[in-house]
């Protein structure tokens, strides 16, 4: 596709319940970024995935949250047992390799827990 | 050590005036500088990016100011448009791509 797709772009649950969330990157792009955007607030890094190498899990903030890549394509980003302090919007990016590359965005998923 | 502090947290300029938007980093290992702009409901949208090895870079209206010493970088937005009101983001990475982003600058142009 044109550019990065992620769906869905609004998701509303109950807290505890379980999330999947799905970014497509732009074809040809071998790196992929998962952030996440509390409201009026700077991006935060989640997790990278380069290729075949070992994704880069570092930004994730608990063993709630997992995220998935298969091959140089699809990626999905789990949240596990929601809490309140999961709502966010969720952003994805895919660049062609992982270094001093532009990062381009999706929309995000804004995921909102009641 | 990873932070990346960015100020102001808003900004209101006239039209056909100059937005400066500033950041600060304290990791020397840091090579790639982009900035973003970012409007309501949207994903994030590259500017214009600088490498360390670099003191300035210009595209169109918009221009990064890069001070190694001082660690610290600056967009400056030329004839500043009603349509440029967005928030903006600097962020900073090290080798192997992912961003540390500052909190945001609101921007407001006036027309």
């Known amino acids: 596709g044109a550019g990065v797709s992620q769906s869905p772009s609004n998701k509303v649950t109950e807290k505890g319940k379980d999330v999947e969330l799905r970014c497509d990157p732009i074809?040809?792009?071998?790196?992929l970024y998962w952030y996440r955007q509390r409201l009026g607030q700077g991006l935060e890094f989640l997790i990278y995935?380069?290729?075949?190498?070992?994704?880069?899990k570092s930004g994730l903030p608990s063993d709630r949250f997992s995220a998935e890549r298969t091959g140089e394509s699809v990626s999905t980003l789990t949240i596990q047992r929601t809490q309140q302090e999961d709502s966010a919007v969720y952003l994805c990016?895919?660049?062609?390799?992982?270094?001093?590359?532009?990062?381009?965005f999706g929309d995000g998923t804004r995921l909102s827990i009641l | 050590q990873q932070q990346v502090k960015q100020s102001p947290q808003s900004l209101i300029v006239q039209k056909g005036g100059i937005s400066i938007i500033n950041c600060a980093y304290e990791?020397?290992?840091?090579?790639?500088f982009p900035w973003y702009q970012q409007f309501p409901g949207k994903g994030p949208a590259l500017l214009i990016a600088?490498?360390?090895?670099?003191s300035e870079k210009k595209e169109g209206r918009f221009t990064i100011s890069f001070n190694k010493s001082a660690k610290q970088f600056s967009l400056h937005i030329m004839d500043s448009q009603p349509g440029d009101s967005a928030t903006y983001f600097c962020?900073?990475?090290?080798?192997?791509?992912?961003?540390?982003f500052g909190q945001g600058t609101e921007l407001s142009v006036k027309p």
């Open positions: 990016a895919s660049s062609r390799t992982g270094i001093r590359q532009p990062q381009h």
């Open positions: 074809s040809g792009h071998t790196a």
């Open positions: 995935f380069q290729g075949n190498s070992a994704p880069d």
């Open positions: 990791n020397t290992a840091f090579d790639y």
């Open positions: 600088i490498r360390p090895d670099v």
């Open positions: 962020a900073a990475s090290l080798q192997g791509g992912k961003l540390i």
